[in-house]
């Protein structure tokens, strides 16, 4: 018997933007190759065990066990580079607001967490993702995915990475066929030494180590979708966080910030790349308040912060600016 061992090499994550909820992109269709490192697939598979006598027996019987995908939310996780055109996807994906400029290069204003889009009017971003198989048939979609936790973290000699989890809703397609060839970004990147604008309350700060995370911790399904039973019929998103953690050098600036700890001052950090609009500029302002600042003393003394992001009367608890040269037409 033949036996064919395929390694995740041979097998690509895609993903392409949705314009009608509740219609995948179709195979045949053109996707993007999302470079990622890693991913794992749950397809949400519903136990469902009855609290009932088991007829005189003391392990289960046929009839109190039963598995179905009714109301399943099929989840991926991945973690890579954060190559800027793909980026862009991840954080509308999440955020689930943005504003393009008008002309090259096209700077996206991402706002965090604005009012909830309408995903039944095919409002917000949703992506039709495949976990793509060399084999006609055997890969796996999923549609109408939203990511609910995003994070994005550099460190010393590297470049920007990001892990995320993305669900969809209904039950996971496992005989999906793509059949024609799929195309990835380019190859641009963000490098820790290339960050141009680090600073906590206007001090600006000597960065060691910086990670933002956005999530959707309560997303959920919700109402019945009775064009298509057994699916929810929506996503609802009651909650929107954000926190950051960043490790710096201890020197005059980042110990004055110390001050702030455990206090209700709110402030501004800025983390940026690029010069704030031209291509290539990524931005994160987070308005927040530090929940921590602890000293560490490894090879070099550093504090470590951590942020909570938190909503003012003028101002967002993130807003992420991105001038990628791509027109979205968002």
Known sequence: MAV???SRHDTDILFA???TWGTAITGGSAFTILDVASSVIDPDIKERLADRSNSGSRVLIDE???YDTKGSAPKITIAGDAKKLDLADMLY???????EAVGSPFLKTYTFGATQPDFTASAGHFLTLVEDHPTASTSKAMRDVICTDLVMKCSP??????SATLMGRGTLDETYNQTVSNARTAESFFYFEDITTFSGNAV??????????IALPR?????VDKSNLGEFLTWAIPEY???????????SGSQTLQALRGTDINHAWVLQWGDGTADGTLKYTIQGQLAAADSENDDLNSIIFKLKGVKTSGAAPLTVLLADASDRSW
Do not use: H, I, Y
Request: charged share 20%; no cysteine; aromatic share 2%.
């Open 4 to 6: 064919t061992v395929n």
């Open 157 to 162: 000699g590297e470049r920007l990475q990001m």
């Open 241 to 251: 966080t954000v926190e950051a953690t960043f490790k710096v050098l201890r020197e």
């Open 17 to 19: 933007e949705q314009a």
């Open 204 to 213: 600006a700060l000597n960065p060691l180590e910086v990670e933002v995370k």
């Open 93 to 99: 994906a999440v955020m689930q607001n943005v504003s």
């Open 219 to 223: 997303a959920t399904g919700a109402g």
């Open 64 to 66: 109190n066990v039963q």
